[in-house]
């Protein structure tokens, strides 16, 4: 059986297919903002699939997809799906899929105890036990959410390219914010999973994933693995315990 797997994020969607075994090899990426019926036809041109699994944090596009897919089996992730993980949560309902996904991918791939680290437009981190529960985690302002902002909110800084910076004292007002950007979100990373490794039992695998993971990633020896389609492996988990 094939399903076509969707991460509707944010900033992006991703669209790949994956089977029992695996994912495919084909992947493609939509900005969130051009979802339309119109865009999911170029897409998915010529992607032969049986099933359908959405993970969406975005509601407005969540509908869409689901309506173009209504002649299909089609689910919508969320706290009830069975994805091969418990919850340990008091409100499972406030835990956004994505966040779920993860869980359920870095459990599937790594094993667990684990933290998930999601550098996207926000950074999230999810703490999964060593009885694969989810167990909760952090949210902070995404990386480019943050450097965009002060663009945005400042009038002499201006908008920035992401790049590892060349030394830790900037010579420009760019190299400065590159900086404050890139060190200090490792910075911020390292005392977060300090302070959740600390309320685990066991030490867990670290495992980043999202837009902006390899580029932070390099300069942590805290991080065990880079995983660019951590969400969709999660997502496809779920497929196959749904269909």
Known sequence: MRFLLIDNSNTRT?????????LDNWLAQVP????????LDKTLIDQQFDAVMLCSVVPEKAAIIAQYFSELPFHQLDYKTD????????KPE??????LANAA????????PAIVIDLGTAVTFDAIGANATYLGGVIAPGLASMTDNLSK????????????????????????M????????????KEIIKKITREMT??????????????IAEGLPEIDHVSPTLTLEGVRRAATLQF
């Open 14 to 22: 991703k669209f790949t297919i994956g089977t029992r075994d695996g």
């Open 32 to 39: 969130t903002k051009e979802i339309s019926p119109t865009e």
């Open 83 to 90: 994805m091969g993980i418990h919850i340990d949560y008091p």
């Open 94 to 99: 406030q835990i956004g899929a994505d966040r």
């Open 105 to 112: 991918g870095v459990h599937a791939l790594y094993g667990s």
């Open 153 to 176: 909110r400042t009038a002499l800084l201006p908008k920035i390219e992401l790049a590892e910076p060349a030394n830790a004292i900037g010579k420009s007002t760019t190299e400065a």
């Open 178 to 189: 590159l900086v404050g950007a890139v060190f200090g979100y490792r910075g911020l990373i």
């Open 202 to 215: 066991e030490k867990p695998i670290i495992v980043a994933t999202g837009g902006d993971a390899t580029l």
